[in-house]
């Protein structure tokens, strides 16, 4: 999900009379949960315990959230998008709208999990609407995975850790590395192979 902050206001239309991507895709203005969402939320689910608190970034519709409060862990969601926010408080999921972790304080969650956008998208490519900040990863599908780990740490509690999810598409690799430069340490917890890439979910915590 797109944690990028742009003020636009609630709308979701593309820049000038371009139609929003959305529209454009036959799709929701809200990230719907997907076979991402599902390996990420499975994942999350087998640590958790009941009273953990987590934080679920670019919570979209709030799937990963819910799935998790299911658990019994208390589940809070953070977007950028406010139709994300209204979506996910709908679907009874208490949300924050911000920037990633920015709006919460240090030493707060037992567990973060966040599907960033991480598809790979040159920027003659990218729409300036809801949908593509929660698809698009920018060049090299990182746009919001290496702020994210440059800020996930401080939100952690003693023995907390961080789960993300992603692609093959993204170099796995090369963000474990990036992660590693930023003091987390991390490691593989579960993939999934599709047609055109693979699906991960990493786990970060404090060595």
Aim: charged residues 30%; contains cysteine; glycine residues 10%.
């Amino acid at each position: 999900m797109s944690e990028e902050t742009r003020d636009r206001g609630d709308g979701d239309r593309g820049s000038g009379d371009r139609p929003s991507l959305a529209d454009q895709r036959g799709v929701e203005s809200v990230y719907q949960p997907a076979e991402d969402s599902d390996l990420l939320a499975r994942t999350a689910r087998e640590r958790v315990e009941a009273g953990d608190t987590v934080l679920d970034v670019g919570t979209g519709s709030g799937y990963v959230a819910a799935t998790l409060a299911d658990a019994g862990a208390r589940a809070v969601g953070v977007d950028v998008s406010p139709l994300a926010c209204r979506e996910a408080a709908a679907n009874g999921i208490p949300v924050v709208r911000g920037d990633l972790v920015e709006p919460f304080r240090a030493d707060t969650f037992d567990l973060v999990a966040f599907n960033p956008p991480y598809l790979p998208t040159p920027p003659e490519q990218e729409w300036d609407d809801w949908m593509e900040h929660a698809l698009s990863g920018g060049d090299d599908g990182r746009r919001l995975v290496d702020p994210f780990l440059e800020t996930v740490e401080r939100v952690l509690a003693p023995g907390g850790e961080a789960l993300m999810l992603v692609s093959s598409l993204t170099d796995p690799d090369a963000v474990r590395a990036f992660a590693s430069e930023h003091g987390l340490a991390s490691e593989q917890l579960s993939s999934e192979k599709h047609p055109y890439e693979a699906l991960v979910v990493l786990r970060f915590y404090q060595d």
